[in-house]
């Protein structure tokens, strides 16, 4: 049996209360594909919201996990308050908590291995600036930010790869198919190499990066590309067209 298509949606600083739900009953009302695994990321303080009110099948992440189990930590959410609140995905390594909340790939990479061992899926995102790409390190960046989990974690049988090229996150630029399918295969490599021939030929990568319902389709087709991190357009009705792009 081949990788389960993969969608994920990652509302980030968006939304209300109003927004939310009606987005939920959107989903809610939708015809899905069935083959297709939906995860939805919505702001923390929705989360309990979103669970309550969405379709049992399609799945809730949180935007971010800390490191560390419950204790003094001002304004931060454990893995295990996540797990008790029926929360089962999170996001890690998300490029604008790299660039803008300073994480690195240490960090991240302890994130992830409290996530997994908690028992949560970990949609861990990786990718390279503009400068990054036309420096020709691209796959450097993408292999070195993985390695760090690598280090710490050898299960990878919960983790989604999400390859997101910085530059085109947000800016309408997309990483055209051939490139995507390019990074996407040499992460396959990478795993192969690194991880075990189980997790490469098992472990989803998904592409991010201004996905939209007009070129998803292309992107579902390339051989390494099992689905999608969307951003700006989970928030609108095109974010089901994306989810049924194998369709």
């Not at 930010?145 to 530059?167: F, G, T």
């Not at 051939?178 to 592409?207: D, M, P």
């Amino acid at each position: 049996m081949g990788r389960q298509f993969f969608v994920g949606g990652n509302f980030k600083m968006n939304g209300t209360i109003k927004s939310i739900t009606d987005i939920v009953q959107g989903l809610n009302d939708a015809k899905l594909d069935p083959n297709t695994e939906v995860v939805i990321a919505p702001p923390a303080l929705y989360l309990l919201l979103t669970r309550e009110h969405l379709r049992k099948e399609i799945e809730v992440a949180a935007q971010n996990v800390f490191d560390k189990p419950n204790g003094a930590y001002t304004g931060e959410i454990s893995a295990e308050q996540l797990k008790d609140s029926g929360i089962t995905w999170t996001l890690a390594g998300h490029s604008e908590r790299r660039v803008i909340m300073g994480e690195d790939d240490v960090f991240i990479a302890r994130k992830t291995k409290t996530s997994l061992d908690s028992g949560l899926g970990v949609i861990l995102c990786v990718g390279e600036t503009l400068e990054q790409r036309e420096a020709n390190k691209t796959i450097e960046v993408v292999t070195r930010q993985l390695q760090a989990v690598a280090e710490v974690s050898k299960d990878w049988s919960k983790v989604v790869i999400a390859y997101e090229p910085v530059w085109a996150i947000g800016t309408g630029k997309v990483a055209s198919t051939e490139q995507a399918q390019e990074v996407h295969a040499e992460i396959r490599k990478w795993l192969e190499s690194t991880v075990s021939s189980e997790a490469a030929k098992n472990t989803r990568v998904i592409y991010g990066g201004s996905v939209s319902d007009k070129n998803c389709k292309d992107l579902a087709k390339q051989e390494d590309i099992d689905g999608f991190l969307v951003g700006g357009a989970s928030l609108k009705p095109a974010f089901v067209d994306i989810i049924n792009a194998k369709l």
